[in-house]
């Protein structure tokens, strides 16, 4: 699970790395659906032939197209594209605000109650988010990207609470094809109106390894890890792994991009640690997987 976690959190990583070498957001992001999608297909191809069922209901159809659009296309992109003006280490403690805005909406849309952990959580998640951003606020200035990582996070934990609501198709395989297929569709038709020109890299791209290495690395094998590591491990390990994964990437990439790491950075990573312990804890217990595999789920154990 913690190499699940590590890999998954060093998406901006990768992304910056392929940034500089030219790819744009929607591009990237459009490239991994593709092979995404592939690699699902198969996986869904075999899973017929162990005769899985498959089909959904109107309910799920519902929830599926809702977090489809939240998680599988907004979420992602504006995550992308705030990842263009931010360091990869801030935009991974930015995007730590996920388990608190999922507690929010489990609230108002679950009908689940606040808790000491939760509330005491979400204070050190905002005091984290606070302190990294401190400089900036006291210079009245703040990059566009922060508020993008945050309204990505945003975005995500709603996925999470209508996928929770309103999926109860138990063969969440289906779901992460279906999911992926859709926001391959749409995340295409977006940048065929928009940047019709930018297709052209995906017919040449340049480094092929390191273009793989975000769908690969990042999404798919971390989907298989963390969900089969997931059985078989307490409410509380998984906090304690999803934050010690996290500060490690936030290390990682930090000495792979050069980002030097200010006191305001230590500062935010112990905060974040304790919150997304606290946190994640009774988000398990409420079967509901705190993990940052948003694009293409499943989100529910």
């Excluded at 975000?214 to 078989?232: E, Q």
């Amino acid at each position: 699970m913690l190499l699940a976690v590590v890999l998954a959190n060093m998406n901006p990583v990768f992304s910056k790395l392929l940034f500089s070498r030219g790819w744009t957001p929607l591009t990237l992001y459009f490239t991994t659906l593709i092979i995404v999608s592939i690699v699902l297909l198969v996986h869904e191809y075999i899973a017929l032939e162990r005769g899985a069922r498959w089909g959904m209901s109107r309910r799920d159809v519902f929830g599926v197209a809702v977090s489809t659009l939240a998680a599988g296309v907004l979420s992602p992109i504006l995550f992308f594209t705030g990842l263009t003006s931010v360091e990869a280490s801030e935009a991974l403690i930015l995007s730590s605000t996920l388990p608190l805005f999922v507690v929010c909406f489990g609230v108002l849309l679950l009908k689940e109650r606040f808790t000491v952990q939760t509330v005491l959580g979400g204070i050190l998640l905002l005091a984290a988010m606070g302190v990294l951003l401190w400089p900036d606020l006291t210079a009245f200035h703040m990059s566009a990207g922060a508020p993008l990582i945050v309204g990505s996070s945003f975005f995500g934990a709603f996925a999470t609470i209508i996928h929770k609501k309103y999926v109860v198709h138990r063969h969440l395989d289906s779901i992460v094809l279906v999911r992926t297929l859709a926001s391959l569709l749409v995340v295409g038709i977006i940048i065929l109106v928009t940047d019709p020109a930018s297709m052209q890299r995906l017919t040449h791209p340049e480094n092929i390894w390191l273009v793989l290495s975000v769908p690969v690395l990042v999404f798919l094998f971390p989907f298989f890890l963390f969900f089969g590591a997931i059985r078989n491990v307490k409410a509380v390990d998984v906090g304690i792994v999803e934050a010690a994964g996290r500060v490690f990437a936030i290390v990682v990439s930090s000495s792979i991009l050069q980002e030097v790491l200010t006191s305001y950075h230590i500062w935010s990573m112990g905060l974040v640690v304790f919150g997304v312990v606290f946190i994640n804890v009774p988000l398990t217990r409420w079967r509901i997987v705190p993990s940052r595999l948003l694009e293409i789920g499943p989100l529910r154990k």
